[in-house]
């Protein structure tokens, strides 16, 4: 088939190129004309997984190309994917839908014949409508210009595995059996003929779907980290408390992660997002655990500030931090909502001179912290610190041998914000080891 992609950033740069992996012609289409030259050069401007050698891959044969201009993307295809994005509205919790009509409204008058605009960006209930109405008033093709719904479920670090081996295909259609569901099915053919459970619905369920999944997993995120409040209180483990809820098959292990809690630009914007169009519809009493979740995770980042004036007598003025991680996850560069680096952003407040470390994120934590310090080398970074946090779990961290770090730090006091590193082999190498959760 040939197709297009609205949106070039991370979720549809991914997209165009995980379809033309799945053998289809793309076009990718971008306002921002630098991100497009750097897409067209085979490389994507900000860090996913493989992504470099797919775009690299399938844009040297052709397959795959990128442009700044919908007229190009109209005449190119009649299956349009949406792939924009919907950031979080600046001071409010709702979704800023800006970028969705804007392209909606852009594309329209180019749309000659029958097409299907099938929209990837999350969204709230009642936007497939609006998309709709805007297309069709718009468009010359009028009523051939069908809409769909196709939520995207990708983790960061695990984009392209999740797009091309998803665990669930949804499609959302204004009514069953149309051409926009023939269409979606035959560009996902080879997803579909694989196994993977695909569910046709309503677009109303389509449009919940991301959202209600994101504050779901944010839900058993802060869950088992409200345990752990508990467990900081009675001396219990937390970890092993984890492991023996995890193998009760209604429970699973996946995803209970006690530590400093989630971040990122999908789960702080859809939990409260999702909060938000639930108090719209007048189900605002459905939401009250959604937001004790958010609180939970917010009150994480407070417990290690916590304990890390505690470790230092009490007094963080002038006391040199080390914080291993910017990223607000490992194998990605994306900084949005990092718990990492707003723990290191309050411990400055507090009057520590912080320097933060990350394999990928360095560049953009630079640009929005510029008041902290940075170095590439973890190891280096440890020189002269009082205090060492460790809150993005990079496996390169966990790889340090910490006897290579004691001589370097001027105390060894370890704070692990994500429980991953090995306490025994710390204590061994003579830091004083403390996580969240643990005794």
């Known amino acids: 088939m040939k197709l297009t992609v609205i949106g070039c950033g991370y979720l549809g740069a991914t997209h165009a190129a995980c379809m033309a992996e799945l053998g289809h012609e793309v076009l990718g289409m971008d306002c921002d004309m630098d991100k497009v030259h750097i ?14 050698d797919l775009l690299a891959k399938h844009t040297a044969t052709g397959r795959l190309k990128f442009t700044a201009s919908y007229a190009e993307a109209a005449h190119f295809a009649n299956l349009h994917f949406i792939g924009v994005g919907t950031p979080q509205t600046p001071g409010e919790d709702t979704y800023d839908l800006t970028h969705l ?25 009642g936007t497939a409508p609006h998309v709709a109405e805007i297309l069709r008033a718009h468009a010359p093709a009028g009523d051939q210009v069908e809409v769909a719904w196709n939520p995207e479920f990708l983790r960061e670090s695990f984009a392209i595995e999740d797009t091309l081996h998803p665990d ?5 259609f204004q009514k069953e059996h149309t ?18 459970p695909t569910i046709a619905t309503d677009w109303a369920t389509a449009e919940l779907a991301k959202g209600a999944a994101n504050s779901f997993l944010a839900t058993k995120i802060s869950f088992i980290n409200a345990m752990a409040e ?29 530590g400093l809690g989630f971040g990122g630009g999908c789960l702080p914007k859809d939990i409260r997002g999702f909060i938000t169009q639930a108090a719209a519809l007048g189900a605002e009493a459905a939401t009250g655990i ?15 500030t916590d304990l890390a004036r505690e470790q230092l007598d009490g007094n963080l003025m002038g006391k040199r931090i080390t914080v291993w991680g910017a990223a607000f996850k490992p194998n990605t560069d994306d900084i949005r909502d990092s718990p990492a680096l707003a723990v290191a952003q309050k411990l400055h407040e507090l009057g520590a001179q912080v320097t933060v470390t990350d394999p990928k994120a360095l560049d953009n934590a630079r640009k929005t912290h510029p008041e902290l310090d940075y170095i ?23 790889h340090i041998d910490p006897h290579r770090l004691a001589h370097r730090a001027a105390q060894t006091l370890l704070i692990d914000g994500r429980g991953t590193l090995n306490p025994d082999t710390w204590r061994e190498a003579g830091w004083t080891y403390r996580t969240l959760g643990r005794p």
Do not use: Y
């Open 290 to 304: 959604l937001r004790e979740a958010d609180a939970v995770n917010h009150r994480r980042r407070e417990a290690i």
């Open 179 to 196: 051409w926009a569901e023939t269409m979606l099915r035959q560009c996902f053919e080879k997803i579909i003929e694989s196994g993977t």
């Open 39 to 52: 897409l067209n050069s085979g490389k994507a401007p900000f860090f996913e997984r493989d992504l470099d």
């Open 101 to 125: 009509f804007s392209a909606a409204r852009q594309l329209a008058p180019r749309l000659t014949g029958p097409a299907v605009i099938a929209v990837k960006s999350t969204v709230p209930i």
């Open 168 to 172: 669930r295909l949804v499609l959302g």
């Open 230 to 258: 508990i467990c900081e209180t009675s001396d219990a483990d937390v970890h092993q408390l984890a492991e023996i809820l995890g193998h009760d098959p209604r429970i699973g292990r996946r995803g209970m992660r006690p």
């Open 376 to 398: 590439d080398d973890p190891i280096a970074a440890v020189q002269d610190a009082d205090l060492l946090l460790h809150l993005t779990e990079w496996a390169e961290f966990r």
